[in-house]
Nanobody, 123 residues
Framework: QVQLVESGGGLVQAGDSLRLSCAAS????????MGWFRQGPGKERVFVAA????????YYADSVKGRFTVSRDNARNTVYLQMNSLKAEDTAVYYC????????????????WGQGTQVTVSS
């Protein structure tokens, strides 16, 4: 089992940047592919980005491609989401999630979830 804690959210203006972190504890972090999802007000939780166990493979939702970058530091048991050129529509609660095996864009394939961190982008 793994425990996940997100941090780094906040209130920013459109065009600003934020970096979210997700710290993991429990089983070896390198055993898990990691994903970032977000849930906007009144919306479903949707895929944002994912990274494979070694960090060599990444995948992004079209809506964030070119603006967001996912990375991980297995020595620090942490995954990051660097968010640049933020837009009002990026406002959401951001969740990190972990799964064994290959990375995935499918919410239901992730076994462990953090509590989420709020990102609010004012226009």
């Amino acid at each position: 089992q793994v425990q996940l804690v997100e941090s780094g959210g906040g209130l920013v203006q459109a065009g600003d940047s934020l970096r979210l972190s997700c710290a993991a504890s429990g089983r070896p972090f390198s055993a898990y592919a990691m994903g970032w999802f977000r849930q906007g007000p009144g919306k479903e939780r949707v895929f944002v980005a994912a990274i494979g166990r070694s960090g060599a493979g990444t995948y992004y939702a079209d809506s964030v491609k070119g603006r967001f970058t996912v990375s991980r530091d297995n020595a620090r048991n942490t995954v990051y989401l660097q968010m640049n050129s933020l837009k009002a529509e990026d406002t959401a609660v951001y969740y990190c999630a972990a799964k064994t095996g290959l990375l995935s864009i499918t919410r239901g394939e992730y076994d462990y979830w953090g509590q989420g961190t709020q990102v609010t982008v004012s226009s």
